[in-house]
């Protein structure tokens, strides 16, 4: 009974671990083609590439590969054929996502970052 209880615990450990991040995903409500979309916690970066003026692009930033023991940032950097665009926001914890998902919102002077709680 004991091995049966350690072996679904470990199974529902390595189930939970596989898929640990933080879900994004991209709207661009401009009217120019984003060339490119960068979002990094400082230790692994999710990249989207030619986001469509009215295009939405889903992204997972895996916090499985690297783990440092940190509190930290996210940062979202955008290029576009003219310019680019750098904005910090959220929160992580001992290396440790605090929110599941992330909505960024592109517009035309700005980028709305909001946090979407289920």
């Not at 009974?1 to 401009?30: I, P």
Request: with cysteine.
């Amino acid at each position: 009974m004991k091995l049966r209880a350690s072996l679904l615990c470990s199974l529902s450990f390595l189930w939970v671990s596989c898929d640990y991040g933080v879900d994004f995903e991209v709207q661009n409500e401009t009217d120019k083609n984003i060339d490119s979309l960068i979002i990094t916690n400082g230790f692994d970066s999710l990249k989207l590439y030619d986001i469509d003026s009215g295009e939405k692009k889903l992204g997972f930033l895996d916090f499985n590969k690297k783990t440092p023991k940190q509190d930290g940032a996210y940062t979202v950097q955008l290029f576009t054929k003219d310019s680019s665009i750098k904005k910090p926001f959220g929160y992580y914890s001992n290396g440790l996502p605090l929110v599941d998902s992330y909505v960024i919102i592109l517009k035309k002077d700005s980028i709305y970052i909001k946090e979407d709680v289920e």
